[in-house]
């Protein structure tokens, strides 16, 4: 019976969310699903087609779901990583697959430093690895380098501050941990400048306010336990709080039974910060807050909602040159219904303090038809498919991230009739 | 506080808690996930509960007073009672992974306060994973001394990832170790010990202790001596690997 909840398990939280990352510039669109990726060319108004010739024939670049992928500051570099244990960095000029790293687990985060000579990746253990792209100039063979560990937990989000001097890691058991990025990267990152602790549940989501005039960037976090909270990086001091799920009317303010449903699953910063979008699992659209960089808050601007259809994203992406905001929802495989996988996405404009903003319809989508073909693969999906590709996202998020807390007598059972060697000694 | 009189578990001679009644398992695995309580950050470490003369209420309680001694698996708790008098006005804390073997510690230490008016009210225990939850105890340079006194050797190389020193863990106690501060460890094994020698060595934050300053150290004194698993060896003759490293400041901090 035990072995059935096991197998039941493993198969939720190998579907995977589908993500979405937008270029710097707008040049590009990226979606990820399942182990597919389809970049959409803006400015050419044209599907890319990737080229990668560690591959060959008709295979796929990624082997098993996709977990990760982000575009560089520059723009320049674009990574792609997951369960397929391996790390693809690409040409966003070419779109050629410039190197394939591979690790010795799956992977679940990246991070590329903002001057672009880095590329981090934490893998199912809780180690953080980085490659050199100086190694060579030919990025052909790299090998990752160690650089810290979270003992034994699953590392959710990684990020370099603006200034790269820091390397920001979270993770399922509640963590942020800020280290010092190193000047020889060989020997490891040691030194610890803080930890930033108070989440009470798994930490889903990191994202920077860069901050011309204060001294030092701000960190936002979203969490399983509903909140999105501000730090200051150098100290780990917890400057504010903002409980999402309640001030969007989800949860009530006494009530935390059901707090799970309600986790923030990804946050976006838009306008060099002034406004953050963030995404809730059981939320038909997105919340805005905004940032006071000076005054170091955090409060509710407004609830932007999508109405008639199940759109609950699984991914935020920003375009700042544009004031847009970018969405996905999606999973890369839905037992019970005909889609091999899904993916939906839409774009909300008008993401700026002085107006509205607005859900664009698809004809008023940048890249209009052609981009939605592309990026979702199709044009239209039946609508419950949605709803059930919500749930099983949930499901498998919860799987991954959050303890299993048995009750005793359940506990004592399992002991009890676990089969494996231990007991036998 | 229990009533030491009429508590099978408790020696009717020695009013001290009988170990028999808190035997556990010999090993167990820090990987798996437990279920204990652990404070949000240090700032919820309940001082008033561990340290009640110090601290007599929980609203009141001087946060300029921390906990510096920490003993890393502390067993049966045996150095933090050596320690206790040494250091009378040392706040320190035993961090137990096993939850029987951190009751009869803390049995043991009320015991010792009641027989003992005024004395042992600096030591306490918290059963925890030290491998997971040291942030969660302790801010940044808040401890001056770490005790890793015969950890458990998880001899297959596979394992080596459960050991209690690697280079990892290493960043984690150099962050919560004030510069200048000092970890011990000792083994009995000598694999083990050359491999916490060599992870202190390789370590950019740490630097061996001189034999000078070895010697004039008094808990180096202790280290094979004040713990039941120190005693055990000692029994049997066994040989003892120490290291004793000191925390620095980064290479390019120094002035
Ligand atoms: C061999 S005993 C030594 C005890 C004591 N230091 C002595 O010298 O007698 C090792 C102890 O470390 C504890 N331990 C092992 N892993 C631990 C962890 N991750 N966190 C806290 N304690 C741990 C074990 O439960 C055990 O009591």
């Known amino acids: 019976m035990d072995e059935e909840v096991a197998a039941e398990t493993r198969k939720d939280t190998e579907v995977a969310p589908a993500l979405i990352a937008v270029h710097p510039d707008r040049h590009s669109a990226a979606v990820a699903v399942g182990p597919e990726l389809r970049v959409f060319n803006l400015l050419g108004n044209c599907a890319v087609s990737l080229v990668d010739d560690s591959v ?22 674009f990574v792609s990583a997951g ?15 410039v190197s394939t790293v591979s690790s ?55 990020e370099f501050s603006p200034d790269n001097r820091f390397i920001i890691s979270a993770d399922r058991d509640f963590k942020i941990r800020v280290t010092n990025f190193p000047k020889n990267l060989l020997n490891g990152a040691h030194e610890i400048q803080s930890f930033c602790l108070g989440h009470t549940e798994f930490v889903s989501c990191l994202a920077f306010v860069p901050a011309q005039e204060s001294p030092h960037s701000l960190l936002l976090s979203g969490s399983g336990d509903s909140t999105v909270r501000l730090w200051d990086i150098s100290s780990g ?27 923030v699953t990804d946050l976006c910063t838009t306008l060099d910060g002034l406004l953050v979008a963030v995404a809730i699992q059981s939320l038909r659209g997105i919340v805005l807050l905004s940032c006071n960089v000076s005054a170091q808050t955090l409060s509710f601007a407004k609830v932007v909602s999508i109405a008639g259809e199940t759109f609950i994203p699984t991914c935020l992406a920003n375009s700042s040159p544009t004031k847009e905001l970018w969405m996905v929802t999606g999973i890369s495989s839905l037992p019970g219904y005909d889609y091999p996988s899904l993916a939906r996405v839409l774009v909300i404009s008008g993401i700026d303090v002085e107006q509205e903003p607005v859900v664009l319809e698809d004809d008023k989508i940048p890249g209009g038809e052609k981009l939605l073909e592309t990026l979702q693969g199709t044009t239209s999906v039946d609508d419950n498919a949605f709803l059930a590709a919500a749930e099983a996202v949930k499901a498998a998020m919860c799987n991954l991230l959050i303890k299993k807390h048995y009750p005793f007598e359940n506990r004592e059972y399992r002991k009890k009739t676990r089969n494996d060697k231990k007991l036998k000694e | 506080m229990p009533d030491t009189r009429v508590n099978p ?130 801010d940044k340079a808040q401890l001056s001394k770490m005790f890793f006194l015969f950890p458990d ?52 934050l740490f630097e061996p202790l001189t034999e000078k300053e070895l010697e004039a150290d008094p808990a180096v004194k202790l280290l094979s001596s004040a713990t039941e698993e120190g005693q055990k060896v000692a029994r049997n003759d066994g040989q003892t690997f120490q290291a004793i490293f000191r925390r620095i400041a980064r290479p390019d901090q120094i002035s």
Request: net charge neutral; with cysteine; aromatic share 10%.
């Open chain 1, 83 to 97: 369960d397929d244990k391996t790390l693809k960095i690409w040409s966003t000029q070419s779109w050629h697959c």
């Open chain 2, 9 to 138: 578990t408790f020696s009717k001679s020695t009013g001290l808690p009988r170990k028999r009644f808190y035997r556990a398992r010999a090993h167990s695995n820090p990987l798996s996930d437990s279920h204990f309580p652990v404070p949000l950050t240090p700032a919820h470490v309940d001082y008033s509960l561990h340290y009640p003369q110090f601290f007599p209420s929980s609203d009141q309680v001087d946060r300029s007073k921390k906990i510096k001694f920490a003993d890393i698996g502390c067993g049966f708790g045996g150095l933090l009672i050596s320690l206790s008098t040494l250091f009378p006005d040392t706040l320190m804390i035993g961090m137990e992974l096993r939850d029987k073997v951190s009751e009869y510690v803390k049995e043991r230490i009320l015991s010792l306060r009641v027989a003992n008016p005024g004395q042992y009210q600096n030591i306490s225990v918290v059963r925890t994973n030290s491998m997971k939850y040291i942030p969660n105890h302790f």
């Open chain 1, 237 to 263: 001091a917890l400057l504010d709080t903002c409980e999402v799920a309640i001030k969007a009317g989800l949860l009530e303010s006494d009530g935390n039974a059901e707090e799970h449903d309600h986790a």
């Open chain 1, 104 to 158: 010795e687990k799956r992977v679940t985060a990246v991070a590329i430093s903002n001057e672009g000579l880095h590329v981090c990746f934490a893998d199912k253990f809780g180690l953080v690895w980085v490659v050199d792209l100086n190694q060579t100039s030919q990025y052909k063979k790299l090998t990752p380098t160690p650089l810290l560990s979270h003992y034994c937990s699953i590392i959710t989000s990684l």
């Open chain 2, 153 to 204: 050797p998880h001899f297959k190389e596979k394992n080596h990832r459960r050991r209690v020193i690697s280079p990892f863990l290493l960043d984690e106690y150099a962050y919560v170790l004030e510069v200048g501060g000092i970890i011990y460890t000792i083994t009995d094994v000598e694999e083990l010990g050359e491999w916490m020698k060599s992870c202190l060595e390789n370590h950019p």
């Open chain 1, 56 to 77: 060959t024939g008709e295979q796929p670049f990624h082997k098993d779901n996709i977990r990760a992928i982000r575009f560089g500051a520059k723009g320049k570099l």
